[in-house]
């Protein structure tokens, strides 16, 4: 390249020279330039944006999403709420239960208002039982057999209630069906019935020897505890519309189980109403009992009868006999 410039002019030299200097400033500019466009900042800025721009919309998208998933469990737990608690069949038991349950509170703790002039809280509550106890005792005098048989509906009720929340339902979410059934033979048959049979077991065992009191507690948990058993039971299904077949075949898978587990119960009770509690009283004492015992008359009065049909000829599905399941009561 040197020996060429020589033998040129002078003039021609100095363009030729231009020309070289021009072309290595030029060719890497032109032939060197990198291959990855993300090497060029000003490049990689413009392609970039666009990208971020995408990812941000997908965030903001994604967040969006998230909360309307979030909106629509809160919404649903609500409708779950409300569906569980606000139900109108709930809210008439609360209804019932609670509207029962502050009348006879207040009729109890008001028993005294025409002299609550000048009394103090200590006043009332103190003489409350007392005075509840006395017109007890006058409605007795009044209307023997009225007063027993309110007693005995509300019992039995009561009691049917308590064996609904025993198997598993919700305190409001009882049958009302049922427990007004219960109560309607409570008032109807258990009341009166009671009454003149304590009045005949007393006419039966006039005596005043020791063996009186454990011959009415064998009488009692004999004759008369057969007598009512299958009277409640034969009601009942004639109340829940069953036919004579099936009741008289749920009355067999009971009656003797039913029977012996009233043995664990009664005549520890039934010494003191016996023995004790005079016989006007003694159907009070025994509705408190009847608390528990109507319990279970209710709960097995009330399952499935093909369960107990099938337990007369055979095992139940768990291999238990009633006789066990009513051990468990006690």
């Known amino acids: 390249m040197a020996a060429t410039l020589k033998s040129l002019s002078p003039s021609t030299q100095f363009i030729q020279r231009r020309k070289h200097l021009s072309l290595s400033?030029?060719?890497?500019?032109?032939?060197?330039?990198?291959?990855?466009?993300?090497?060029?900042?000003?490049?990689?800025?413009?392609?970039?944006?666009?990208?971020?721009?995408?990812?941000?919309?997908?965030?903001?998208?994604?967040?969006?999403?998230?909360?309307?998933?979030?909106?629509?469990?809160?919404?649903?737990?609500?409708?779950?709420?409300?569906?569980?608690?606000?139900?109108?069949?709930?809210?008439?038991n609360a209804a019932i239960v609670l509207g029962a349950g502050t009348l006879a509170i207040t009729k109890l703790l008001t028993i005294d208002h025409d002299y609550w002039q000048g009394w103090t809280l200590y006043e009332v509550l103190r003489y409350a039982p007392e005075h509840n106890w006395i017109a007890y005792?006058?409605?007795?005098?009044?209307?023997?057999?009225?007063?027993?048989?309110?007693?005995?509906?509300?019992?039995?009720?009561?009691?049917?209630?308590?064996?609904?929340?025993?198997?598993?339902?919700?305190?409001?979410?009882?049958?009302?069906?049922?427990?007004?059934?219960?109560?309607?033979?409570?008032?109807?048959?258990?009341?009166?019935?009671?009454?003149?049979?304590?009045?005949?077991?007393?006419?039966?065992?006039?005596?005043?020897d020791w063996w009186v009191v454990p011959a009415k507690v064998a009488f009692d948990q004999t004759v008369w505890s057969a007598v009512w058993n299958s009277i409640y039971y034969v009601v009942l299904g004639f109340l829940r519309g069953e036919s004579l077949e099936n009741i008289v075949n749920e009355l067999k898978a009971t009656f003797l189980p039913l029977l012996t587990a009233g043995w664990k119960l009664w005549p520890f009770a039934h010494l003191i109403t016996y023995g004790v509690v005079p016989v006007e009283q003694r159907l009070l004492w025994v509705d408190c009992v009847e608390l528990i015992w109507v319990t279970i008359l209710s709960t097995y009065s009330n399952e499935k009868s093909e369960v107990r049909i099938s337990e007369v000829s055979g095992p139940n599905p768990k291999g238990k006999s009633l006789e066990v399941i009513f051990d468990n009561h006690f």
Not at 137 to 152: D, F, G, T
């Open 25 to 92: 400033k030029s060719t890497p500019y032109n032939f060197s330039a990198p291959s990855n466009p993300f090497l060029n900042p000003n490049l990689a800025v413009k392609i970039r944006w666009p990208i971020n721009a995408v990812a941000e919309e997908r965030e903001v998208s994604e967040q969006t999403d998230d909360q309307d998933n979030e909106k629509g469990s809160i919404s649903r737990k609500l409708e779950e709420f409300k569906e569980k608690f606000f139900t109108s069949d709930r809210l008439l």
């Open 137 to 208: 005792e006058e409605a007795l005098k009044e209307h023997p057999v009225l007063s027993k048989m309110v007693i005995s509906g509300i019992v039995y009720s009561i009691g049917d209630w308590i064996a609904q929340c025993y198997e598993g339902k919700p305190l409001f979410e009882f049958d009302r069906t049922r427990m007004f059934r219960s109560g309607l033979v409570g008032f109807t048959l258990h009341g009166s019935l009671s009454h003149y049979y304590y009045q005949f077991c007393e006419a039966l065992f006039p005596f005043k």
